[in-house]
């Protein structure tokens, strides 16, 4: 079981920065690629960001590219997700998420990953 711990929401004004930070405890050696995922109210959940832990590979949705930036620190088992220029529409809950295995084809896919944390709330004001 791996248990995922996401912290770092808040509020904040349009074009202003927040990071986000996902700590990742247990039995982590089995996963492979970390996500970031939000879902907005009414909204389905989507796709924001991933990267192996090996630090080889990343993916962002285009709707964050140059905006937001995925990193980790293997020493601490924790993923960051930096976001700049935020606008109201990155409004959302924030959620990070764990995939065993050995694949970064379905990086985007959340129902290919296997953990999820509780989610941060990040607001956005105009």
């Known amino acids: 079981q791996v248990h995922l711990v996401e912290s770092g929401g808040g509020l904040v004004q349009a074009g202003g920065s927040l990071r986000l930070s996902c700590a990742a405890s247990?039995?982590?050696?089995?996963?492979?690629?970390m996500g970031w995922f939000r879902q907005a109210p009414g909204k389905e959940r989507e796709f924001v960001a991933a990267?192996?832990?090996?630090?080889?590979?990343?993916n962002y949705a285009n709707s964050v590219k140059g905006r937001f930036t995925i990193s980790s620190d293997n020493a601490k088992n924790t993923v960051y997700l930096q976001m700049n220029s935020l606008q109201p529409e990155d409004t959302a809950v924030y959620y990070c998420a764990a995939q065993n295995g050995a694949s970064f084809l379905y990086s985007d896919y959340p129902k290919r990953y296997d953990y999820w944390g509780q989610g941060t709330q990040v607001t956005v004001s105009s």
């Open positions: 247990g039995r982590t050696f089995n996963t492979y690629v």
């Open positions: 990267l192996t832990w090996s630090g080889g590979k990343t």
